[in-house]
């Protein structure tokens, strides 16, 4: 499977100027020439507690596939302390 110039390999990376060579992935790691290019990342989602006391549903990607990073993430992303039914998507 070779790139063209400005060929669109998957949803979350394009490789742009790249000459004509094999990608491929492992593990969701892209590689070119076996050099790790971009991991791509993982999609989770959350419902999340507001001041106003409602509950929100929200999705956001994460470098990391761990539960504890992710969580992390969100209350970082959304300024809240109260982070629950956090469910890692498959795409």
């Known amino acids: 499977m070779g790139s063209k110039p400005g060929t669109k390999i998957s949803r979350q990376v394009q490789f742009n100027r790249l000459p004509d060579v094999v990608c491929f992935l492992r593990q969701g790691i892209y590689y070119w020439r076996d050099t790790f290019v971009m991991k791509a990342p993982y ?3 959350a ?3 507001l001041d106003s006391n409602r ?6 990607f994460c470098e990391s596939n761990l539960k504890q ?3 992390q993430r969100c209350k970082a992303l959304f ?12 795409l």
């Open 47 to 49: 419902q999340i507690l």
């Open 55 to 60: 509950l929100k549903k929200v999705e956001f």
């Open 69 to 71: 990073d992710a969580e």
């Open 79 to 90: 300024g809240v302390t109260d982070v629950r039914q956090l469910v890692r998507e498959w």
């Open 43 to 45: 999609k989770w989602s």
